[in-house]
């Protein structure tokens, strides 16, 4: 990369060399915004909408891990949620491992498409 700037800013003799190093500088400024509009942006809202997802956990909600696991929460802490996945069974695991939150319409749909 330096070897580049070096070379924007020594240009061939009897040349100019505010327009080489005008076009470099707005060539490395292009490329920055592409990379951040493509990769950092989208990330950030994933994550964004991920701690969301997280936080807003509570007690009585049918969750999916992200195993793979259908359970109701039936405890929290701060860092981890107690989940009953059947009468009397009951499994701790991590925040982190909520995948989806099932909304009353969506376990509806799930349990429609297990018996039919």
């Known amino acids: 990369m330096s070897i ?7 240009p061939p003799e009897g040349g100019d060399a505010g327009g080489g190093l005008m076009s470099t500088l707005m060539m490395f400024a292009l490329i920055i915004g592409i990379f951040y509009f493509l990769i950092l942006r989208p990330q950030q809202k994933r994550q964004k909408e991920r701690k969301q997802l997280l936080e807003s956990v509570k007690k009585g909600d049918r969750i ?53």
Do not use: N, P, Y
């Open 4 to 10: 580049l700037l070096t070379i924007a800013m020594f």
């Open 64 to 116: 999916i891990t992200a195993s793979g696991l259908h359970a109701t929460v039936s405890g929290l802490d701060e860092k981890t949620v107690l989940l009953q996945v059947a009468d009397h069974m009951k499994m701790k695991f991590e925040r982190s491992a909520v995948a989806t939150i099932l909304r009353e319409g969506e376990v509806d749909k799930a349990a429609k498409s297990k018996t039919g």
